[in-house]
């Protein structure tokens, strides 16, 4: 993990990448033939329940940088191509601000009739979600 964070009680902020989504990014990174190809999350506000997931590929600065002081980047432990070496880790990027709000995720990846997508589950902050689950409410403390 590059630029790792900290909560106002000093854990760790922490997301998880299931194997579906180590996977599916690193067929991505494959088929574009770009290793350093991660995948953004980030939060808006907007979306039927007050903030929305947007999520992006993009290239990655070499390592050891994040890509901005603001930006934390988590790596796949879990692709085996990855862990023998023979290929990078999939990465996903989060600022500061959306991971305050996803910490404690799951980033994954669906395949579904409507279509095959990243997606945020298990988000702990999120009080109701739209039925898509492109967007999320939270409570407001």
């Known amino acids: 993990m590059a630029n790792p964070r900290k909560d106002e009680n000093g854990n760790d902020m922490l997301i998880t990448i299931t194997p579906r989504a180590s996977n599916r990014l690193l067929e991505i990174m494959h088929s574009d ?12 506000s907007g979306g039927c ?5 947007l999520m992006s590929l ?10 901005t002081h603001e930006d934390t980047v988590f790596e796949s432990s879990l692709s085996d191509d990855a862990q023998s070496g023979q290929d990078p880790a999939p990465k996903v990027v ?13 980033v994954d990846y ?14 702990p902050a999120a009080t ?7 967007s999320f409410d939270i409570k407001v403390e």
């Open 49 to 53: 329940h007050g903030f929305q997931y």
């Open 128 to 134: 109701s979600s739209c039925g898509c689950g492109t």
């Open 58 to 67: 993009e290239s990655l600065p070499p390592a050891p940088l994040p890509p």
């Open 94 to 106: 989060m600022d500061g601000a959306s991971l305050e709000l996803l910490k404690g995720s799951q």
């Open 33 to 44: 033939s770009n290793p350093s190809l991660a995948l953004r999350v980030t939060v808006s």
């Open 110 to 123: 669906t395949m579904e009739l409507i279509g095959s997508q990243f997606k945020i589950v298990g988000n």
